[in-house]
T-cell receptor, first 115, second 114 residues
Framework: NAGVTQTPKFRVLKTGQSMTLLCAQDMNHEYMYWYRQDPGMGLRLIHYSVGEGTTAKGEVPDGYNVSRLKKQNFLLGLESAAPSQTSVYFC??????????????FGEGSRLTVL | GNSVTQMEGPVTLSEEAFLTINCTYTATGYPSLFWYVQYPGEGLQLLLKATKADDKGSNKGFEATYRKETTSFHLEKGSVQVSDSAVYFCALSDRGGATNKLIFGTGTLLAVQP
């Protein structure tokens, strides 16, 4: 069972470069999320989606864009990377539909360094 | 808005010691409450949950009781092991609302020494 898969696992960027993180889930989940994890800050929600073709802003959306063209994939884009975006990024998914009472499934994380 | 406050770490314990990690929350309505655990180099995994007041979630020797009167969901374990060393996150969901999001606390690092 693959669950939630994130690619790439590691990436080093220069300031101003762009990149896309891919999240794929094979559980037919409706809801998908992108979080960033920083020391002392816990997990902060960047963007999320409650279904194919939908996206919404989370707590810290600036500098990021997302797309959910297919139900199983949720892409996180950085158009012009900044050092402040150095972080570990986690994708998560859940069946959803009526609120979150069950388990959120997480990917293993993608470590991004912006020089 | 909804929020979760956890005790700051790190928490350092000897093997077989008793563990408590405090978590309090602020929420409108009736949220569901969760504890997630993150082992080194991995993503988060659900440890336990409670969906209504007075519910007790339990798993792997860990327990937490949903206390509406004190807005708390403290994590406890009677005897910790070295393998319990990890970061623990308390979280809540706005079950009755339309946000469909989990709000996480900042995490508490637990280090268990042999």
């Amino acid at each position: 069972n693959a669950g939630v898969t994130q690619t790439p696992k590691f990436r080093v960027l220069k300031t101003g470069q762009s990149m896309t993180l891919l999240c794929a889930q094979d559980m037919n989940h409706e809801y998908m999320y992108w979080y960033r994890q920083d020391p002392g800050m816990g997990l902060r929600l960047i963007h999320y989606s409650v279904g194919e073709g939908t996206t919404a802003k989370g707590e810290v959306p600036d500098g990021y864009n997302v797309s959910r063209l297919k139900k199983q994939n949720f892409l996180l884009g950085l158009e012009s990377a900044a050092p402040s975006q150095t972080s570990v990024y986690f994708c998560a998914s859940i069946m959803g539909q009526g609120g979150i009472t069950g388990e959120l499934f997480f990917g293993e994380g993608s470590r991004l360094t912006v020089l | 808005g909804n929020s979760v406050t956890q005790m700051e770490g790190p928490v350092t314990l000897s093997e077989e010691a008793f563990l408590t990690i405090n978590c309090t929350y602020t929420a409108t309505g009736y949220p569901s409450l969760f504890w997630y655990v993150q082992y080194p180099g991995e993503g988060l995994q659900l440890l336990l949950k409670a969906t209504k007041a007075d519910d007790k979630g339990s798993n792997k020797g860990f327990e937490a009781t949903y206390r509406k009167e004190t807005t708390s969901f403290h994590l406890e374990k009677g005897s910790v092991q070295v393998s319990d060393s990890a970061v623990y996150f308390c979280a809540l969901s706005d079950r009755g609302g339309a946000t469909n999001k989990l709000i996480f606390g900042t995490g508490t690092l637990l280090a268990v020494q042999p």
